[in-house]
């Protein structure tokens, strides 16, 4: 049989920037059959570039040739285009964040689970192979128990209109440090600054505290002057840092410092960082490769329905507290 006839055809739903890229790599794959998009001159170039054809979102959900959709459109618009898709008979990608709210993603989820179809959202950091290294120096106990992580996505720009920086940034984050804490933070809290607009928060500091006293701090904002894109994981044994910003050799570093409490004063050993090989591979095409292998081989995506609803209810939990926090600060009226 044909290879290519065996592949799941993939449109894209929305392709701004963002939504380029997937086109980009689901062409790359073998795979592109439509793209969907207001705008005609983007369709235009897409079409030009990767050989698909532009066509209506009615378009691609009544054609039986197209098995999947990548849903690249704003977020207000997710829950709306998914459960289509859904009801379509498609397997469905869709970016993060998944929704804007935890109801709306449960709807998501139940929809996927009710037609039998693929739910997988793009958490697109579970594919580098950075982090994939750093979870297996986890996984194996060379740094010993997890105490502390700490994550920083830090830049200048991607201002949102319709969601804040805990909805843009902070997904990416909050996947990672459920897969190395391998559950549910037991205590969520979350403080938001808008600086651009008041209503709207540019950088959040969310404290996650797990069962057994670890912590996590995840600190997110585009506004900022440098790009910081940093995850650092303090083990009783040793630490590791995984910096997205660094070359290739030096993205993932073991620093083995030692720490002693025995006797008198606490003693500190310092130890230079050791790089951890991993082979340079783009995550993107790696996460558009694992949704097609989910299809195909119908299991459940690493960033499927139950991880995606984890992230989900960590981030709505923040949402919450943001809000307490906020309005506890706000000014009292006075009483009539």
């Not at 086109?23 to 794959?29: E, I, K, V």
């Not at 928060?201 to 910081?228: C, N, Y």
Request: net charge negative; aromatic share 6%.
């Amino acid at each position: 049989m044909n290879e290519l006839a065996t592949k799941p055809r993939v449109a894209v739903i929305g392709c701004g920037a963002w939504g380029r890229n997937l086109a980009r790599c689901f062409a790359t794959l073998g795979v592109l059959d439509a793209v969907v998009d207001p705008n005609p001159q983007v369709l235009d170039s897409l079409v030009a570039l990767f050989g698909c054809r532009a066509a209506s979102l009615d378009e691609v959900l009544a054609d039986p040739a197209i098995e999947a959709v990548a849903v690249a459109t704003p977020p207000s618009l997710h829950r709306q285009v998914a459960e289509a898709a859904f009801a379509a008979g498609k397997h469905v990608y869709v970016e993060k964040p998944l929704t804007l709210d935890y109801p709306d993603a449960l709807a998501v989820a139940e929809a996927g689970r009710a037609a039998g179809r693929v739910l997988m959202t793009g958490h697109i950091l579970q594919f580098h192979n950075g982090f994939r290294a750093l979870k297996i120096l986890v996984a194996e106990g060379r740094l010993g128990e997890v105490r502390r992580i700490h994550a920083t996505r830090l830049n200048l720009g991607a201002v949102r209109r319709e969601e804040d920086a805990l909805w843009c940034l902070a997904p990416h984050d909050v996947s990672m440090t459920l897969a190395l804490m391998s559950g549910a933070p037991e205590r969520v809290e979350a403080f938001g600054e808008g600086h651009l607009r008041r209503e709207t928060a540019d950088a959040v500091t969310m404290r996650l505290g797990f069962p057994g006293g670890a912590q996590a701090v995840i600190h997110v904002s585009w506004l900022h002057p440098f790009k910081e894109h940093r995850l650092t994981v303090i083990g009783s044994k040793a630490m590791a840092v995984f910096d997205d910003c660094l070359p290739w050799d030096r993205k993932v570093q073991i620093y083995p410092h030692q720490v002693s409490l025995d006797g008198g004063a606490p003693t500190v050993v310092r130890a230079e960082p050791v790089p951890v090989e991993i082979e340079q591979a783009e995550p993107l095409m790696a996460e558009c490769a694992h949704f097609l292998d989910c299809i195909r081989e119908k299991r459940e995506p690493i960033t499927g329905t139950l991880e995606a609803l984890a992230v989900m209810d960590v981030l709505a939990r923040a949402a919450r507290a943001m809000s307490d926090e906020a309005e506890a600060r706000a000014p009292k009226r006075a009483s009539a």
